[in-house]
Every structure is written in structure tokens, then in C-alpha cells.
């Protein structure tokens, strides 16, 4: 079912921009200096939908690596929560075998009496 909503996508996507390529072939001149626009060293001749697609492709570069870089407190957050866990679960498991091995010498001189018990009794 995902292969399908893939190729349902993909499929038109790619056929409008291969048709965008074909009638987009014509060279266009990009200028990169803006004091001197008639300087022929800083100008090239381009097809129009590679400026295009050059374009749109840094956009989503730039794109990502904004949002990359705008969420890294949360990964770091994340992490930081993961390896507390992680502690806690060691922590836990220490606890499950210390009370599975029973109760320690110091453990019950230390322990709180019953009621009703006397603890200098023994």
C-alpha cells in the first residue's frame, strides 16, 4: 500500500518535471555582479530549468539545515532523558536482585520495628 501511494506521487511528479525541463531548454545568462551587470566575467549561460531546479534544491537544503540546526535542543533533550532512563532502569534492577537475595545484616539492624516488637530484645 506504500509502494502505491509512492508511485502515486512520484510518477506524476517526475512526468511534470521532465516536462518542465523539455520546454524550459532555452539558455538563459545569470549575472553575478550587480554594480557592473555588463561585465561578461562574472556572467554565464545557463538552461532555465537547471537555474530552476538548482534553486529549489538549495532551498530545501537550506531548509533542512535550519530545521536541523533549530531542533538539536530537543535532541539533546532527548538523549538526556534517554540515558536517565536507561540509569534508572540499572538502578531498578539493582533493587529487584538486593530484594530477591533477601534482606542484609545491616538492612535489619536499620530497619524500623514492628509494632509491638522490641528491637534490643535479641
Same mark, same amino acid.
Given at each position: 500500500m506504500k509502494r502505491f501511494f509512492t508511485y502515486l506521487i512520484v510518477f506524476p511528479l517526475a512526468l511534470?518535471? #521532465?516536462?518542465?525541463? #523539455?520546454t524550459?531548454?532555452?539558455p538563459v545568462t545569470v549575472i553575478l555582479d550587480p554594480f557592473a551587470p555588463d561585465n561578461? &566575467?562574472?556572467?554565464?549561460?545557463?538552461?532555465l530549468f537547471l537555474l530552476v531546479f538548482g534553486a529549489v534544491t538549495?532551498?530545501?537544503? #537550506?531548509?533542512?539545515? &535550519?530545521?536541523?540546526?533549530?531542533q538539536g535542543r530537543h535532541r539533546k533533550a532527548a538523549?538526556?532523558?534517554?540515558? *536517565?532512563? &536507561?540509569?534508572f532502569r540499572r538502578e531498578a534492577d539493582e533493587l529487584? @536482585? @538486593?530484594?530477591?537475595?533477601g534482606p542484609s545484616e545491616t538492612d535489619r539492624f536499620?530497619?524500623?520495628?514492628?509494632?509491638? *516488637?522490641?528491637?534490643?530484645?535479641?
Open positions: 511534470v518535471l #521532465i516536462a518542465l525541463a #523539455i524550459n531548454r532555452s561578461p &566575467a562574472l556572467s554565464f549561460n545557463v538552461p538549495f532551498g530545501v537544503l #537550506i531548509g533542512g539545515l &535550519a530545521a536541523w540546526f533549530s538523549r538526556q532523558v534517554q540515558y *536517565e532512563a &536507561a540509569r529487584k @536482585k @538486593k530484594l530477591r537475595s536499620l530497619a524500623f520495628p514492628r509494632d509491638g *516488637e522490641n528491637r534490643n530484645a535479641a
